[in-house]
């Protein structure tokens, strides 16, 4: 059994990011880039499922600029086989990287996608849901929990008021949340080899797939900034402050 | 062109974050039409209809709705879609799990969580775990949107819109329900609350969130959070936290113990209208965004709080 990981080059998660000073968009440049951790969380488990003696192999594709090269070696290092680059300087949506991975999935015919269940940046949560419904396949979506058996997953999903078990028939699409594993730290060894193992690169125009964005950003602003309210001494001084001043219990 | 708003129910009554989206809906102008599908859920659409605002109630009604699986209800709504300009759905995992199926099948872009509406195309969403606000505009012909509850005031009750049967669509099959654990408690829903009691790290140990915490709550009547942190060391489930990957908040008051205020954790909370940081640390970035700390070992001031308040 194939799985394919899709993963996004984000801003790293520690980074605290700015807009550019004219208002139009974030400022990227010299900011420090990861993967996306949810992806990770998904390369993982594809590993672990691979390594388990459930799946064969583990392809990694991801879309964008030059640099997601890095990423997808990193997913490599973890232990993915090999890795596919959908190379455009294009601003993707999740649209866009839906049909993308649509049409990886015509050539690459995976039984399971495990993609993150957002990205950190736009934190859109969609590219995993718009594949599931543009393949036509069954999707569950923030796993904790997966179990393949036969031509079928049993997932663990994390919902609002507690956890949901869903069965899914093959192929599927799967979204991980953050409680499904612990991605390990890529060894050194395990580093050096990622930078053997293949990559292929293509573009949107080879894939047939139209990638124009769908929306417009006209501005990004920084929220109202919350300031620093008091220090108080204790807890009656507390008690007393809510009651009185903010005349909220 | 009306709008349609597809409502989350448990198919006897309808979940609270769909009120907010309502109000969402109201400013973007056209006539509202609620969606119930579901499986014997006509008390859902019954008070579908009393909701403020609503023009009409569509019921669908069918066993493969019943666990309101996203490829059945995404189809259905995709079927639907034809004569409405917005189809709006609350930004929890039930709407994030089937929306974006339906952008998708519609072959448009999806507005996740939006916080604002500015004109009927064009909406104010947070991005970055809230870190930067972005205003977006959508040329698509037809506006798939998801709601950030806590940025809209909910709906009332008072109306009497009609509650008109439509039909089902197919049963694609694709996926089994196997079971829900919810989660019991007395206490109120997290994101419906308007007093918050959240623990971090600083807990310990999932016995402290229980002995110190649960009591705190009980006294202001609150729902109880908790921080990544904590939900990632095992002391309370997932669906206690708060934050840019668990759930959004905005209390009247929010009341962190032990929490130091990573910046995911603030994005989930910091629309609090009165935030209290509880920690020994002066230097955590909590502080920052609270209008009361206290500098103190919670292990003391909890139990003294709660003496306090009596």
């Known amino acids: 059994m194939k799985i394919l990981v899709p993963v996004k080059r984000v801003v790293d998660y520690n980074v605290k990011v700015r807009v550019k000073p004219d208002g139009s968009d974030v400022d990227l440049a010299n900011v420090k880039m990861s993967m996306n951790p949810f992806d990770e969380i998904a390369v993982e488990e594809a590993v672990r499922l691979k390594e388990a003696g459930v799946a064969t192999e583990v392809v990694v594709v991801s879309a964008g600029v030059a640099n997601c090269q890095e990423t997808l070696r990193t997913a490599m290092a973890i232990g993915a086989d090999r890795g596919i680059l959908i190379q455009t300087d294009v601003e993707l949506q999740p649209l866009a990287v839906a049909k993308l991975l649509q049409a990886v999935c015509a050539k690459e015919q995976p039984q399971i996608v495990l993609c993150g269940k957002q990205a950190i940046d736009d934190d859109a949560n969609q590219t995993g849901q718009m594949l599931a419904g543009l393949l036509g396949w069954p999707q569950a979506t923030f796993a904790s929990k997966l179990v393949v058996a036969g031509q079928q997953a049993t997932v663990t999903r994390e919902i609002d008021g507690g956890l949901e078990t869903v069965e899914v028939v093959l192929p599927a699409v799967v979204t991980t949340d953050l409680r499904l594993n612990e991605p390990r730290y890529a060894t050194l060894p395990n580093i050096m080899k990622a930078k053997r193992k293949p990559l292929e690169t293509t573009n949107p125009a080879a894939l047939g797939v139209d990638v124009a964005p769908r929306l417009k950003t006209l501005k990004a602003a920084e929220p109202p900034k919350r300031s620093a309210g008091i220090k108080v001494a204790d807890a009656a001084d507390l008690v007393l402050k809510l009651k009185t001043e903010a005349k909220v219990i | ?310």
């Open chain 2, 1 to 310: 062109m009306a709008i349609l708003v597809i409502a989350e129910h448990d198919n006897s009554s309808i979940k609270a974050a769909t009120l907010n989206t309502v109000t969402a809906a109201t400013k973007l102008g056209g006539e509202i039409h609620l969606l119930v599908a579901g499986s014997d859920c006509a008390d859902a659409a019954a008070a579908a209809a009393r909701i403020s605002g609503v023009g009409k109630v569509l019921l669908v009604d069918a066993p493969h709705y019943a666990a309101q699986s996203p490829e059945n209800v995404a189809a259905l709504v995709v079927g639907m879609a034809a004569g409405y300009s917005h189809l709006l759905a609350a930004a929890t995992t039930v709407g994030k799990n089937c929306m974006p199926r339906v952008a998708a099948l519609l072959d448009v872009a999806q507005i996740s969580e939006i916080s604002g509406v500015e004109s009927p195309d064009t909406f104010v969403r947070p991005i970055y775990a809230g870190n930067v606000v972005a205003t977006v505009q959508s040329a698509d012909p037809v506006k798939v949107i998801t709601v950030r509850a806590t940025a809209f005031e909910a709906a009332g009750e008072g109306g009497s819109a009609a509650i008109e049967t439509a039909p089902a669509g197919a049963d694609l099959g694709l996926s089994r329900l196997l079971g829900r654990e919810l989660t019991k408690s007395e206490r109120p829903e997290l994101t419906a609350a308007k007093v918050i009691v959240s623990g971090g790290r600083g807990m310990g140990n999932g016995e402290n969130f229980h002995r110190l915490l649960e009591p705190l709550a009980d006294k202001l009547g609150a729902a109880l959070g908790a921080s990544r942190a904590a939900v990632d060391a095992g002391f309370v489930p997932n669906d206690y936290q708060v934050g840019q990957t668990g759930k959004i908040v905005a209390p009247q008051l929010y009341i962190a113990v032990g929490i130091s205020g990573a910046i995911q954790h603030l994005a989930g909370m910091k629309d609090s209208k009165i935030i209290v940081a509880i920690n020994k640390d002066a230097e955590a970035p909590i502080f920052q965004v609270a209008d009361y700390g206290l500098v103190a070992d919670l292990f003391e001031v909890v139990p003294a709080l709660q003496a306090e308040l009596g």
